[in-house]
C-alpha cells in the first residue's frame, strides 16, 4: 500500500470518528455534520480513485 493512500485512509478514518463524535453531543450542529459528511466524501472518492488508478497500472 503507498504512503498517499495510507494517509487518505487515515484521514477518512479520523473524519468518521469526527462525525460520530458531533452526532453524540448533546447539541447537534447541522452545518458542521454537514460539513464533515461532504469532506469524508471527497476523501472517499480520492481514495476510490487512487485504488482504480493503481489497479489499471498493477
Do not use: C, N
Request: aromatic share 4%; no cysteine.
Amino acid at each position: 500500500m503507498s504512503d498517499r493512500l495510507f494517509r487518505l485512509m487515515e484521514h477518512h478514518q479520523k473524519l468518521d470518528r469526527l462525525l460520530s463524535e458531533a452526532r453524540q453531543r448533546r447539541w447537534i450542529d447541522p452545518l458542521e455534520i454537514l460539513k464533515l459528511k461532504k469532506m469524508k466524501l471527497a476523501v472517499k472518492d480520492r481514495l476510490a480513485a487512487a485504488m482504480g488508478r493503481r489497479a489499471t497500472s498493477a
